[in-house]
């Protein structure tokens, strides 16, 4: 043991030496690897967590495992990875080369490869995390993945509801025309048999019932009426008959006659008058 202490003491340089020239390769070539920043944010997914930043997330129901490894896949889907290139420009910020759709994809790439997601442990919420050497792109890019991703599944919801609406509206108007020519072949069906819907009937007999009925309460209404005039008016001459009873007096025939009957009364009052004066004067003329 002593020996080969002594031999490592005696050799101390030349293993000192060796050491140096084995990790200089390999200490160079770690300072010569791009320097790479790691920014990471944390998405909380629960509905009914307090304080909650981003109102989208009330579109978001509770969370089981599952769901959560759900919309993780949403998250590195190509799709949404494409709108957070789009929104963002990283096509740009990459400094990549090519036409857009060639840098759109290289981007998306880059992007997926950079993006880890992952759930954290007993939580409803996700681990965002994106490296690169420029680290204000990093941090920027962990910023906007939830608000996009919120915004990302509300468009998915909204158009899931949409489609179904339009689904649901064409079903309908399928049902309806589908009862529409039911009732055309089941009326075809009971005017060629001769067969009487009974409830039908019953229906239309008692309407007509109800109008009659209506019918003969006006009529009594106004029987009653006519009667009341009649008996109000039985005994009066014919000119207060006129001018009492409103609808009559009210008629134009009825007022022009009443006018002549009065323009006559007052020339034959007048009329009158002169024949006195002048049979008093014709008196007056002949006494002695």
Not at 25 to 37: A, H, I, R, S, T
Not at 134 to 143: D, F, G, H, Q, T
Request: glycine letters at 4%.
């Amino acid at each position: 043991m002593f020996d080969l202490l002594q031999l490592i003491w005696n050799r101390k340089f030349s293993i000192l030496l060796l050491a140096i020239c084995l990790m200089a390769p390999g200490f160079y070539y770690v300072m010569q690897l791009p320097k790479e920043y790691t920014a990471t944010g944390s998405i909380l997914l629960a509905s009914g967590a307090p304080n909650i930043a981003h109102p989208a997330v009330n579109f978001m129901p509770d969370f089981a495992d599952d769901r959560l490894d759900t919309y993780m896949e949403f998250i590195d889907s190509r799709q949404f990875l494409a709108k957070v290139v789009k929104e963002m420009g990283l096509a740009s910020k990459f400094n990549l080369e090519g036409n857009e759709e060639e840098r759109e994809a290289h981007a998306i790439d880059i992007l997926d490869a950079r993006l880890q997601v992952s759930q954290i442990k007993s939580t409803e919420m996700l681990k965002v995390s994106y490296s690169d050497p420029s680290p204000r792109l990093a941090a920027e890019i962990v910023n906007h993945i939830g608000p996009s991703f919120f915004d990302f599944y509300d468009q998915m919801q909204r158009q899931r509801v949409s489609d179904s609406t339009v689904r649901l509206n064409v079903q309908v108007s399928e049902l309806n025309e589908r009862v529409v020519t039911a009732e055309q072949k089941l009326q075809e069906y009971l005017d060629q048999n001769a067969i009487i819907d009974v409830d039908a009937q019953s229906d239309l007999i008692q309407t007509k019932i109800s109008t009659l009925m209506r019918e003969m309460l006006s009529n009594d209404r106004s029987l009653s009426e006519l009667t009341q005039t009649r008996q109000m008016v039985g005994d009066l001459p014919t000119k207060e008959l006129l001018k009492s009873v409103s609808w009559i007096a009210e008629n134009p025939l009825v007022q022009e006659i009443l006018r002549q009957v009065l323009l006559q009364e007052k020339i034959g009052g007048s009329c009158q008058a002169l024949s006195s004066q002048a049979s008093q004067i014709h008196h007056g003329e002949i006494q002695p």
